[in-house]
């Protein structure tokens, strides 16, 4: 049973998700309702990850976990990224709080 979902910015800068394998959770279906995000539930082939901007994974309890690296390989600059960070910020305001 999957513990936390997978996201990934491409290199064209979609936000996508896989679509099965799910974690089917209250911060995916935030995250999936946010606006300006216009996130995707897709596969999720391993080489999209080659090109990555950034990636991360979210739950409840990490709320957003940023990945830099995949297989020994920096994403995108190896650093969190904006989406990342965005989501993270929105995602507490909705809790009311910041930590």
């Known amino acids: 049973m ?3 979902n997978f996201w990934a910015v491409t290199e064209n800068g979609a ?3 896989p679509a099965d394998r799910i974690l ?3 911060t995916r279906k935030k995250i999936l309702a946010m606006s300006g995000l216009q996130p995707k539930e897709t596969q999720l082939p391993l080489s999209a990850l080659a090109t990555a901007r950034e990636a991360f994974i979210t739950s409840t309890t990490k709320i957003v976990t940023p990945v830099l690296k995949i297989d020994g ?3 995108g600059d190896g650093k969190p990224g904006p989406v990342a960070k965005e989501i993270f910020t929105r995602l507490l305001e909705m ?3 910041h930590e």
């Open 2 to 4: 999957p513990r936390a």
């Open 15 to 17: 936000l996508i998700t």
């Open 24 to 26: 089917k959770g209250v």
């Open 73 to 75: 390989r920096p994403v």
């Open 95 to 97: 809790r009311g709080g």
